[in-house]
């Protein structure tokens, strides 16, 4: 049977800590490492509802993209979620691993899989890091060009979104596409889409004048929603452990955005 230790030991080949960003808290947040690993539950947050699935499934090892914790904290009480969530975990005896900016870059990581779903060829990082071949995002192209409005539709109809935001001229021709999981609105990652003449840019969580000063430069920008660009992640670490435990993903929706209209 794995141990947590063995379990993060293959993490750290695919996606290693070191590859997170400075800011970030990677690596086992709760739990012992020596502990034996029978049954894991996957999901993209660590969240209150998550962890209650995982008591009541008799889980005893949570893998998590977003950290359950970021910055230090002075007390753990059932006065807060963070709280809450750490007496849970510990008291029901589950590990909480979580892989955020190192599994964002790492090859196969959630980059990779949303652009093999968006359908990027010739694939390489949108932010390069120094002397090594992953980074934050990438910049590929699409088999056969197409338009704006169409790869919406198509990343649309490939993400199996309720519905989604574009800006930029419907009919403008698109080849070349930049995406970055999670938050992509920072101007270093938009910058970087237009430097590298991306025709499209594919992110989430994207804000008004971040919008505005981008449509400027004539790029078009496709708002997957933060939740909708990492989800395949999940599916990806599952196959990497399938043959070797029980593995699950959460049967909970994540998506914190619900969607009134015509869709
Ligand atoms: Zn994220």
């Not at 230090?72 to 909480?96: E, F, M, Y």
């Not at 892989?99 to 964002?104: M, R």
């Not at 790492?106 to 694939?123: F, H, P, Q, R, T």
């Amino acid at each position: 049977m794995l141990t947590a230790e063995q379990i993060i030991s293959q993490f750290e080949e695919w996606a290693p800590m070191s590859y997170a960003e400075d800011w970030d808290n990677v690596g086992l947040l709760i739990g012992d490492a020596g502990a034996p690993v029978k049954k894991i539950l996957v999901a993209l947050d660590a969240t209150e509802e998550v962890i209650g699935e995982a008591v009541a499934g008799g889980f005893d090892f949570i893998i998590c993209h977003h950290p359950l914790v970021y910055n230090p904290i002075k007390r753990v009480t059932s006065a807060d979620s963070t709280g809450r969530k750490i007496i849970s975990l510990v008291k029901n005896g589950i590990g909480c691993f979580c892989a955020h900016t190192n599994l964002d870059k790492a090859v196969g990581g959630v980059s990779d899989c949303l652009a093999e779903k968006i359908g990027l060829n010739y694939v390489s990082p949108l932010i390069k890091e120094e002397n090594e071949c992953i980074g934050i995002g990438r910049v590929g192209f699409i088999s056969e060009e197409t338009t704006l409005s169409r790869l919406a539709e198509n990343v649309k109809i490939s993400l199996n979104l309720p519905s989604l935001r574009f800006s930029g001229s419907s009919d403008k021709k698109i080849k070349k596409v930049a995406i970055c999981g999670g938050d992509g609105s920072s101007a270093r990652y938009v910058d970087a889409a237009i430097s590298q003449n991306c025709d499209a840019y594919i992110t989430g969580d994207l804000r008004y004048h971040c919008v505005q000063e981008a449509l400027e430069s004539g790029i078009g920008l496709i708002d997957i929603t933060h939740y909708g660009s990492e989800i395949l992640v999940v599916d990806a670490i599952i196959s990497r452990f399938k043959n070797q435990v029980e593995i699950f993903p959460s049967s909970i929706d994540g998506q914190v955005f619900k969607h009134i209209g015509n869709h």
